[in-house]
């Protein structure tokens, strides 16, 4: 089976955040209450969360002499060798052959470590609900196995996210550069970080200047997770999971006795 993929052209996007909207449509995720952070990006939330799988940040970013606003997307990678399941201790990640990692929420006993493991920052726990797992991008793979592509690619009004096989995608982001050498940066994000990855994300500015992670080895993370996994003993994995409960109990139990906040609703 070929490996599906999304490319994400990043001069293409015009921010207007229909990605976004189409992933909390998909999923249902509820809207959130934000406050103004000032940056660095000026995007609303201000990062990824339980609620929030797809994410447009927005950089002022000084171009050929001039501030302008430059778009970038965070979501899932979908890692070849996904750090997140190489970590999980019982198998609630999974990679598929076709791309996607996804969660069976059904295994998942809340430990946390997929969060800890994940080179992207990614996952996140539902720390507000009373029976919280861990949430994140599925790459849409059950809209995949009905013939679809995923949601934001499809909402997509500009054709700023591609899907399709990976290799093809790669050969394809490979031709927009060369065909465009003062419009891209000669870097494929995603080609090769923690092993290469199923989302690739080409820009006209060096990922760093829009808040990409670039600290992540060109090896799979596998081979840094599995032996520190292989240290903890599973009473530690029972201890995490009954902290992450209590946790989410105690944040539970303090916002229902808070007052409204002032704030707005993205
Ligand atoms: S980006 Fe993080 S959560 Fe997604 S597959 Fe890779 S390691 Fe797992
Ligand atoms: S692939 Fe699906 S789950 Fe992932 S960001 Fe796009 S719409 Fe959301
Ligand atoms: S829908 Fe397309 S143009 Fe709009 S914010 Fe998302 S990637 Fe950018």
Redesign the pocket.
């Known amino acids: 089976m070929k490996t599906k993929a999304l490319l994400i052209d990043l001069p293409r996007c015009t921010g207007c955040r229909g990605c976004q909207v189409a992933c909390k449509q998909e999923y249902k995720r509820q809207a959130e209450k934000t406050t103004f952070f000032g940056g660095p990006g000026y995007q609303n939330p201000a990062d990824l969360s339980a609620e929030t799988w797809c994410l447009v940040t927005y950089n002022e970013v000084l171009v050929n002499g001039r501030h302008d606003w430059v778009f970038g997307k965070r979501q899932?990678?979908?890692?070849e060798v996904?750090?997140?399941?190489s970590a999980c201790p019982v198998k609630a990640?999974e990679k598929l052959d076709s791309g996607p990692?996804i969660y069976h929420r059904e295994k998942c006993i809340g430990c946390r470590y997929?969060m800890l493991?994940?080179?992207?920052v990614?996952?996140r726990f539902e720390y507000e609900t009373w029976n919280p797992y861990i949430t994140?991008c599925t790459m849409c793979a059950h809209r995949q196995v009905a013939g679809g592509i995923p949601a934001c690619a499809k909402a997509c009004p500009t054709g700023a996210i591609t899907f399709g096989d990976r290799e093809v995608l790669i050969r394809e982001a490979e031709h927009r550069i060369a065909g465009n050498p003062g419009g891209y940066v000669h870097h494929i994000y995603g080609m090769e970080e923690?092993g290469g990855?199923c989302v690739l994300h080409i820009s006209s500015v060096p990922f760093e200047e829009l808040g990409y992670v670039m600290r992540v080895p060109r090896s799979p993370?596998v081979a840094h997770t599995e032996p520190a996994m292989k240290a903890v003993p599973m009473v530690m994995l029972g201890l995490a999971t009954v902290l992450g409960a209590s946790y989410a109990l105690r944040t539970r139990k303090q916002r229902d006795n808070q007052p409204a906040e002032s704030g707005h609703i993205s």
Do not use: D, E, R
């Not at 899932?76 to 890692?79: A, D, G, K, L, P």
């Open positions: 899932c990678m979908h890692c996904p750090g997140c399941a990640l990692v997929c493991a994940c080179p992207f990614v996952p994140k923690a990855t993370m």
